[in-house]
């Protein structure tokens, strides 16, 4: 569940040169440093009950994927992140004030564009939100 104060980021990395075992553990490795980034107020994997139908699963956690729990006002260092990890093919599903998008990315330069295009969509759905509240 997504709070006014929290957008949800869900990130599956996406790489086929290696085995299912394999990309379990490099994105086992990444989530303490995940924890550490700024705006981050939980990240943990995805497990096996969220999965959506069709996808594939390794030890209870959805394959390769993590979500994070951030502060809309720290949505561009977690882009930063993952635009450190250089030849990593992302998918990307971000939710927050009751609406969702998801996108892939596959550079630095695709994460850095889309953090601005993730900071307009929260400004907007926020302020739809607003507008139905208020």
Do not use: H
């Not at 990395?13 to 086992?28: K, M, R, S």
């Not at 609406?99 to 759905?125: C, H, I, P, R």
């Amino acid at each position: 569940m997504v709070t006014k104060s929290n957008v949800q980021v869900t990130i599956a990395l996406t790489e086929l040169d290696l085995d299912e075992e394999e990309l379990q553990a490099q994105v086992q490795n990444l989530l303490p440093q995940l924890r550490e980034v700024d705006g981050v107020e939980d990240a943990d994997l995805v497990a096996v009950t969220d999965v959506p139908v069709g996808s594939k699963a390794l030890g209870g956690f959805e394959l390769g994927t993590l979500k994070a729990l951030v502060n809309p006002a720290f949505i561009k260092p977690v882009f930063e992140f993952f635009g450190r990890l250089s030849n990593k093919t992302f998918e990307i599903e971000v939710e927050a004030y009751g609406e969702k998008f998801k996108v892939k990315a596959s550079s630095k330069e695709d994460l850095t564009f889309l953090a601005q295009e993730t900071q307009t969509f929260l400004n907007n759905a926020k302020n739809r939100q607003d507008s139905k509240n208020g």
